[in-house]
């Protein structure tokens, strides 16, 4: 909400939500209408859009599979990206 506030265009997906649900969500964000999308680890695999550059990790899975795949979702198709990561001090 505090990013809606700010005027950011946000959407948010989760694996509890009907697949009608996901998949509109996910045409709004692969259009540009939604340029920011908060995700549980549901696209942390599969997830193939062009215009993704930066993924913030708010929580780093303790596995290294799981993290490659979930930083990988930026910098596709031989553009570059960035990953955040938030870690416990």
């Known amino acids: 909400q505090k990013m809606r506030d700010a005027n950011f265009t946000v959407a948010s997906i989760h694996g509890d939500m009907p697949q009608k ?5 996910m ?3 692969r259009s ?7 995700s549980t680890d549901l ?4 997830l193939d ?3 993704v550059s930066l993924v913030i ?3 780093l899975p303790n596995n290294r599979e799981l993290y490659i795949h979930r930083i990988g979702r930026s910098g596709r198709f031989g553009r570059k990206g960035v990953a955040i990561n938030f870690a416990p001090a």
Not at 43 to 46: I, M, N, S, T
Request: net charge neutral; hydrophobic share 30%; with cysteine.
């Open 21 to 25: 649900e996901r998949d509109a969500i």
């Open 27 to 29: 045409q709004q964000f």
């Open 32 to 38: 540009g209408t939604s340029r920011v999308l908060i």
């Open 43 to 46: 696209w942390g695999r599969g």
């Open 49 to 51: 859009v062009q215009q």
């Open 57 to 59: 990790c708010y929580d």
